[in-house]
């Protein structure tokens, strides 16, 4: 018997894919979406149990409450919606064009801001529901060279707990919200970052594999929490220097540093990454 619906964003490869596959294991009706239909169709087709998808572009809002319309009408309800979606562009913020700018803020704000009202508007009304946010830990300090790639996140980690708080002072205890925030992983977001600069804290501490992180959400799915840094211990560093503004700029370029010759290292080592090149060869990274 299916736990209900469960939508996820960004859900044609990487890490959405294997949150799906994992959704789908523990009994959820899933809606996979992505801008990539083909991707998307193809995950659905993966996962089974009656899996469905369909085209979703998180910054088209009227599309948001449709693709709430169509779990509930296929799964009978929405108990789970994932904002997995997200944009990375490396560089100084004065390198980067407008265009970069604002695509970043449209997805990883705004796209996940229009997911969650989507979704608080089926679930506040039965009054139960868990919406999931994969952040990153780039929402919890200051990342050199991912500037604004981190005020989106920071600011979607603002969004996040204050709408938990808005949702506990209305008295919806069972309607929460849990934020994800891993570290670098090795998915379709950095496989074109190993000769990129601007990159290289995204290789800094663990390059963690998308199951390791689906794993957890998974965990935080049957538990809910608000904030779950993955691994625990480079969200303890990345919330120390958060603390101390003076300490991140004195510590920061040494960490950068040793950073960019762990890229160098990683770059000899997963050049020829089997996943990396069947992404490269499909649909998707041919149009990147």
């Known amino acids: 018997m299916s736990r209900g619906g469960a939508l996820v964003t960004g859900a044609g490869a990487g890490l959405g894919r294997e949150i799906a596959l994992r959704l789908g294991g523990l ?4 809606h996979v979406t992505d801008v990539d239909p083909v991707l998307a169709d193809a995950v659905a087709a993966e996962v089974g149990g009656g899996a469905f998808a369909s085209a979703y572009d998180v910054r088209d809002v009227p599309a948001a409450s449709e693709m709430v319309a169509r779990t509930v009408q296929r799964a009978g309800s929405l108990e789970l919606w994932v904002n997995n979606a997200g944009v990375l562009v490396t560089g100084p913020m004065w390198e980067q064009s407008p265009v970069q700018r604002q695509l970043m803020v449209d997805v990883n704000v705004l796209g996940t801001m229009h997911g969650m009202a989507a979704a608080l508007d089926a679930m506040v009304p039965v009054g139960r529901g868990h919406i999931v946010n994969i952040v990153s830990l780039a929402g919890l300090s200051a990342v050199p060279g991912e500037a604004v790639y981190a005020g989106t996140k920071h600011a979607v980690m603002g969004l996040s707990l204050s709408t938990m708080l808005d949702l506990r002072i209305a008295g919806l205890q069972d309607v929460t919200i849990s934020c994800i925030c891993p570290d670098g992983m090795w998915t379709p977001m950095l496989y074109d970052k190993l ?94």
């Not at 009994?27 to 899933?30: F, I, S």
């Not at 995204?202 to 691994?231: I, K, W």
């Open 27 to 30: 009994g959820y009706t899933v």
């Open 195 to 288: 000769d990129d600069p601007g990159a290289s804290m995204s290789f800094s501490g663990v390059l963690l594999q998308p199951g390791d992180v689906a794993d957890v959400v998974a965990h935080v799915v049957r538990n809910p929490r608000p904030v779950t840094p993955v691994p625990a211990w480079r969200g303890g560093m990345a919330r120390a220097f958060d603390l101390s503004p003076r300490l991140t700029l004195l510590g920061g370029p040494v960490i950068a540093r040793a950073a960019a010759r762990k890229q160098k290292k990683m770059r000899r080592t997963l050049v020829d990454d089997p996943a990396r090149e069947a992404f490269r060869a499909s649909p998707a990274g041919r149009d990147r």
